[in-house]
């Protein structure tokens, strides 16, 4: 934890300091609740971790893409990953119920 602490905080400077040379308000919203939304979905398992990781982040990057070209509104990511969320934990707890 200490390990991606310290990358995660080596990247925000290099973003802060090497591209934009001053902090944006704003510049940090909602990675710390993406981040545990990812831990829950990836089961807390190292390796499905980078799956989930890889969806939110397709999610995130292509919201603003399909507004401009389909029209989607791009709050529709919030309510996809919200839903993703509520299935897979229900899965989770189904099968917790299961396995006792």
């Known amino acids: 934890m200490l390990l991606a602490g ?3 905080g080596v990247a925000g400077g290099v973003e802060v300091l090497g591209v934009h ?3 944006i308000e704003g510049f ?11 831990a829950l979905l990836g089961a807390l ?6 799956p989930a990781a890889l969806f939110f982040g397709f999610l995130e990057a292509g919201a603003l893409a399909m507004q401009r070209q389909v029209g989607v509104p791009s709050s529709l990511v919030a ?6 969320m509520l299935f897979i934990l229900a ?3 189904s ?4 396995a006792h």
């Open 6 to 8: 310290a990358l995660a």
């Open 21 to 23: 040379y001053r902090l």
């Open 28 to 38: 940090s919203y909602g990675f710390g609740f993406n981040a545990v939304a990812i």
């Open 45 to 50: 398992q190292p390796l499905a971790l980078i």
């Open 79 to 84: 309510v996809i990953e919200g839903l993703t």
């Open 91 to 93: 899965a989770m707890a």
């Open 95 to 98: 099968a917790e119920r299961k």
